[in-house]
């Protein structure tokens, strides 16, 4: 049985679109829990296209599951996470012409830098999952900068078009699983996973939590974001 945290990152966006108060993300994460989610998960991005630094505050203090605080690797950003006090911070790699997060975050290239980041939310008491793609060289090294969890990129299996690199793709993600759990890392999944691709995933023991946002909130616009949710949950046990 593995938990769900919703991504509401998109409730946002639409707020923003008018620049107005509505659809508010609070009042969605609020539901998203009331639906069964185990987690609320935002990505704080340094332009602020999103969620907003009132969002992540209102949030800490209004949810009752977990709060992932999804943000660069960088000190301004370490300085609102010791603030807000997340239940745990993942690290994203980010680039500002970027749609949404595309690629992991390149551990194995430089170490020290994101050890020193990993140093400092540590001291302040929050735990930190690494976004990585699914490669050994990875794992090891976020494993021997500390990292308490592991979040695996599954972009690549979820864009793949043919069976076989589709298979490909699942056998890195569960040999991915598998190193870092043995390295005594928790394991998080996500990316991309929609309602039919999460199925496969979910035969991966390793995996406890999968984190998915996009496929979430466009059923929520034709169901409703409650049945969304739940059909969701429901798949991932
Ligand atoms: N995990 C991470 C680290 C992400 O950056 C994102 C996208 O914001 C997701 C999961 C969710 O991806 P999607 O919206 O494609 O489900």
Redesign the pocket.
Known sequence: MARLGV?I?HVATLRQARGGSEPDPVAAALLVELAGADGI?V?LREDRRHIQDRDLNLLKDVIQTKLDL?MGADEAMVKVALGVKPHLV?L?PERRQEL??EGGLEVAGQRDRIKSIVEMLHDGGIPVSL?IEPDPAQIKAAHKIAADYV?LHTGRYANARRLKEEQAEFEAITHAAKLAYKLGMGVNA????TYRNVKRLIQIPEIVEY??????MARAILVGLDRAVREMKQLVG
Not at 190 to 193: A, I, M, P, R, T
Not at 211 to 216: A, E, K, P, Y
């Open positions: 991504n990152d998960v990505h999804e993942t994203v949404t997060t976004f979040e996500g990316h991309g996973l984190n998915i946002g996009h496929s979430i």
